[in-house]
């Protein structure tokens, strides 16, 4: 083991969601060879085990921990699909494993365990109760940054329709030029979120406005998304 997870909510944690998109922040061990690139020279690692049958096919080929940054220049659209890793990354990495698109469509939430209190970093597709919200303007994990996962172009939010030079992307009764989810299901608006903005950023229109989702329950982390994705670029 890489970190001291003497944390007994955490364990549990661990034990009911991985594999799984739940990341688990954790002191590291004064003892570990992890590289300080990796942890970026903090004292603290993230680890995650991951769902998905590419990178689980991949990490038992190579019988060890691997360690990667998100694939996608920081701050832009997060990818889905192979095609959005080429087109971030293009020319710059090797090659792509392609598996088919990304089912849940949004990153994993990430969890901090000190001093046996868990603290929410990053909404994400598992909600852990009784969590405390992070300290607002402390970075300490992807995602927290005010502008992130942002496309080129403009972004508004809430919209009930499109003026005649933004692509809209609908919800619900909303339809728009197309819809995270025509029936309304958070998890589908989950899982086509990123690769709806990817489509509005590449589309010929010069800005991009999206209709309003409910906060609740998935929606808090959709939402989440969508209002780091529209501000200011920093």
């Known amino acids: 083991m890489y970190a001291r997870a003497n944390d007994a909510e955490a364990l549990a944690l661990a ?6 998109p739940l990341t688990l922040v954790a002191a590291l061990r004064e003892d570990s060879s992890i590289a300080s690139l990796v942890t970026a020279g903090l004292p603290t690692i993230a680890i995650r085990v991951p769902a998905h049958r590419a990178i689980r ?14 694939a996608n220049a920081s701050g832009s659209i997060s990818p889905t699909r192979a095609g959005h890793v080429l087109r971030s990354l293009g020319g710059r990495i090797p090659l792509v494993i392609d598996d088919g698109p990304c089912p849940g469509g949004l990153e994993s939430t990430i969890v901090a365990e000190s001093g046996g209190k868990l603290r929410l970093l990053r909404r994400g597709p598992v909600e852990i109760a009784g969590a405390e919200q992070s300290e607002a303007g402390k970075i300490e994990a992807p995602g927290q940054m005010a502008s992130h996962y942002a496309p080129a172009k403009p972004l508004r939010l809430g919209a009930t329709h499109a003026s005649d030079d933004e692509y809209l992307i609908g919800f619900g009764a909303i339809a728009g030029d197309s819809s995270l989810s025509p029936s309304s299901d958070l998890v589908e608006a989950a899982s086509r979120l990123f690769d709806l903005l990817h489509e509005a950023d590449c589309s010929a229109k010069p800005k991009i406005a999206v209709a309003p989702v409910p906060g609740e329950g998935l929606g808090a982390a959709i939402n989440d998304r969508l209002e780091r994705a529209a501000a200011p670029r920093q």
């Open 15 to 20: 034990h009911e969601h991985w594999p799984g």
């Open 57 to 70: 096919a991949l990490m038992h080929a190579v019988d060890r921990p691997l360690a990667a940054p998100s």
